[in-house]
């Protein structure tokens, strides 16, 4: 089964911009849509951004235009540019399969604070 580990996490002020990887243990998933959620403290894990086998990408009202989700094949990898973070960003972000039926265990996740 495929393993998914998440990277690129850190702390940022406010304006600034992260770039989160997440990285599959089998080539496979490039016939997959892939997806990155959130978690942040006390709520429900939410869904950001989603970006399909052949590129389409969706996003969360919240990330258009400041997040921007991609992925490379050749290197089973999915990537979150993260530009104009803001405080509200913070939670631990995950990725995962997009559709609910396919998704494989959650991974760790990677932590991202944005404060002044």
């Known amino acids: 089964q495929v393993q998914l580990v998440e990277s690129g996490g850190g702390s940022v002020q406010p304006g600034g911009s992260l770039r989160l990887s997440c990285e599959a243990s089998?080539?496979?998933?490039?016939?997959?849509?892939m997806a990155w959620y959130r978690q942040a403290p006390g709520k429900q894990r939410e869904w950001v951004a989603s970006?399909?086998?052949?590129?389409?990408?969706l996003y969360t009202d919240s990330a258009k235009g400041r997040f921007t989700i991609s992925r490379d094949n050749a290197r089973s990898t999915v990537y979150l540019q993260m530009n104009s973070l803001k405080p509200e960003d913070t939670a631990v972000y995950y990725c995962?399969?997009?559709?609910?039926?396919?998704?494989?265990?959650w991974g760790q996740g990677t932590q991202i604070t944005v404060s002044s």
């Open positions: 995962n399969i997009a559709t609910p039926r396919d998704r494989v265990p």
């Open positions: 089998r080539s496979s998933i490039s016939g997959n849509a």
């Open positions: 970006i399909s086998s052949s590129g389409v990408t």
